[in-house]
């Protein structure tokens, strides 16, 4: 090879194409912006699947402290978590996998994602803790806003709600002022610290009795006739924000023929009727017992709404008239004076002036309510007020 044609071999070499230092830099620079964005654009993807799966274990979580409503025998709510078996709110979210040393704890009430950490329930996707302090609002903060959970309308639905209910024997006649000393109801409930607590009470004349406070549950509630030693179990399933109530029969006619007797008098068939302001009721009794029969109370029971009425007239006569405070369901009312009804007559009875508070408050419809009336004689009826007009 001459010289001339290695010349031409080592220009040719110098002059092939290829990348320049500046090419390069150029080349990173752009990858880098390209890198940027895609990180912007699915950086926004990434946080909404944390926010989604933050959400979902703060629902796990109040589940937990709650229950699930969902998980049911036989149409009956079986799980109520950590309040429905200690009766109280965890003070902390510990509480929910570690026992603080209660004997009506049944946990752990949630399990963990991974069981090589510890706390990971506790932890939100960003890893940052939950505020939680024992109320009813869990909160995730990893996310540089707030998010929310909470586990009811308010505490009360969880820790203090009511039930109540009538006591009858198989026939269904109330005890009267004669027995109403010979029932006794026993609750038993979770007392918010570990063990449980019984609440008793007995009934009224008409068989009515209630209790409140009670948390979220399934609570034994035994009913006990006293001079037969006889109990009657069954249990309560109390929801959230619950107003409970229900009637309970004994096994035998134990009351028939008593000196309160199951009255004489009866309600017309389809006589109840509804006020046109949806305020107040009434209904025509009769007599057809063979004699005279004397009324001086009454005693009306019903479950909701929350109500109290002024008057009750009796074939146009007022014999009640209670307006500071009015008379409350289950109350016996004294009639301004006794009151007959002959054999074979019949006559109208009006209840009148719902309100919302014994001192007065808004007007209260009844519409759609089930009342229990009992006359002094130990007459019990049943009357449905039916829609509004």
Not at 108 to 118: G, H, K, T, V
Not at 131 to 146: E, M
Not at 247 to 274: Q, R, V
Request: charged share 20%; hydrophobic share 35%; glycine share 10%.
């Amino acid at each position: 090879m001459d010289l001339e044609e290695n010349n031409r071999m080592i220009d040719f070499r110098n002059n092939s194409p290829g990348f320049t230092l500046i090419e390069l830099v150029l080349v990173i620079v752009i990858m880098g912006i390209m890198a940027a964005i895609a990180v912007q654009k699915l950086a926004p993807i990434a946080d909404s699947f944390k926010i989604e799966e933050t959400k979902a274990e703060m629902d796990r979580l109040a589940l937990a402290i709650v229950g699930n409503p969902d998980l049911q025998n036989n149409g009956v709510r079986t799980d109520f978590g950590y309040v429905g078996d200690i009766g109280s709110l965890p003070p902390d979210l510990d509480a929910l996998v570690s026992n603080p040393g209660y004997a009506t704890w049944n946990g752990p009430y949630i399990q963990n994602s991974f069981e090589q950490l510890a706390d990971d329930f506790k932890n939100d996707a960003w890893q940052t803790d939950y505020t939680y302090s024992g109320g009813i609002t869990i909160t995730s903060t990893g996310s540089g806003s707030n998010i929310e959970r909470r586990l009811s309308g308010s505490g009360d639905f969880l820790l203090y709600n009511q039930i109540a209910g009538n006591v009858y024997d198989l026939d269904g006649t109330p005890p009267d002022d004669t027995y109403n000393d010979s029932i006794l109801l026993r609750l038993t409930i979770p007392d918010g610290t570990g063990g449980t607590i019984t609440k008793s009470t007995m009934t009224d004349i008409g068989g009515y009795f209630s209790f409140d406070s009670i948390p979220i549950g399934n609570h034994d509630l035994d009913i006990i006739y006293i001079p037969d030693d006889d109990t009657i179990r069954r249990f309560v399933s109390v929801s959230p924000g619950s107003d409970l109530y229900s009637e309970y029969y004994l096994a035998a006619d134990i009351w028939s023929g008593g000196s309160g007797g199951s009255g004489g008098i009866t309600k017309i068939t389809g006589s109840d009727s509804l006020y046109a302001d949806c305020r107040g009721f009434y209904f025509w009794i009769e007599n057809n017992s063979g004699s005279a029969v004397s009324i001086d109370s009454i005693t009306i029971t019903w479950s909701s709404p929350t109500a109290y009425y002024r008057y009750v007239i009796w074939d146009g006569t007022t014999v009640v008239n209670r307006n500071n405070p009015k008379v409350a369901s289950g109350e016996t009312v004294a009639f301004s004076s006794t009151r007959t009804i002959n054999d074979g007559e019949s006559l109208r009875v009006d209840i009148d002036n719902f309100r919302a508070n014994p001192v007065g408050g808004l007007n209260v419809d009844i519409d759609n309510v089930d009342f229990t009336v009992q006359f002094s004689d130990g007459t019990v009826i049943s009357v449905s007020t039916g829609a509004c007009p």
